[in-house]
């Protein structure tokens, strides 16, 4: 079964600055790992998905890495803004290969500081 | 495309009624997903349809949910005799089917149960 764990579960960084989400999963039999934001009271938005082939994936100011080896993936934000404040959930496909159920970790809650 | 739309946004009951969720996929995704996301958690898969076949459903669906995709389309889920611990935001995503095809979210059904 794959669990994904994403620390720390809340990040303040004030506006302007780069900043790290970090996200871990278990089963490293994964073919994708997608990112998304949730704004208070609202739905998921999609981020940016990458693929087990990629290293990285770029939209705008983000980035995503993932390193299956190690069962983790980053999202690098640059030139934080304050409309950046959101939760931050990264997701992997649940079980094995080929199915696409996805499992999610908690979010980490982020708060840029005007 | 006008993305995922789920209806209606907040439905408030009381204990031992039964509720039913719509959601309208992007037209031309032939995958549709629920999940269930409580405070402070990140969403918990409960069951996906490839166009109108329902495919496979969590163990947090019991006998009281149903969901269904009649014509490969819309799809309902239902909760029957609602209890305390159906309070919870109901996600609904499709997709195209496909090993890297991006899963895209409504906005959710928030319940609430008196």
């Known amino acids: 079964k794959q669990e994904v764990t994403q620390i720390p579960a809340a990040l303040s960084v004030p506006e302007g600055e780069n900043l790290v989400l970090n996200c871990s999963f278990t089963d490293s039999a994964i073919y994708n790992l997608q990112w998304f934001r949730q704004d208070p009271g609202k739905g998921l938005t999609s981020l940016l998905l990458?693929?087990?082939?990629?290293r990285e994936q770029t939209s705008g100011r983000l980035n995503a890495s993932l390193d299956k080896s190690s069962g983790r993936s980053t999202l690098y934000i640059a030139a934080s803004q304050p409309g950046d404040s959101a939760t931050y959930l990264c997701?992997?496909?649940?079980?094995?290969?080929?199915?696409?159920?996805?499992?999610f970790g908690t979010g980490t809650r982020l708060t840029i500081i005007p | 495309d006008t993305g995922v739309s789920q209806d209606p946004r907040h439905k408030i009951t009381k204990r031992g009624q039964n509720v039913t969720f719509r959601c309208d996929p992007i037209?031309?995704?032939?995958?549709l997903y629920w999940y269930r996301q409580t405070l402070g958690q990140g969403p918990e898969f409960l069951t996906y349809?490839?166009?109108?076949?329902?495919?496979?459903k969590s163990r947090l669906l019991s006998d009281r949910f149903s969901a269904e995709r009649p014509k490969g389309s819309f799809s309902t889920l239902e909760i029957q005799r609602t209890e305390q611990g159906d309070s919870a935001m109901y996600l609904c995503?499709?997709?195209?089917?496909?090993?890297?095809?991006?899963?895209?979210f409504g906005d959710g059904t928030r319940l609430s149960i008196l």
């Open positions: 037209s031309e995704h032939n995958r």
């Open positions: 995503a499709s997709s195209l089917k496909g090993w890297n095809q991006p899963q895209h």
């Open positions: 990458i693929q087990s082939s990629q």
């Open positions: 349809f490839q166009n109108e076949a329902q495919l496979e």
């Open positions: 997701a992997a496909p649940w079980e094995d290969f080929g199915n696409e159920k996805l499992t």
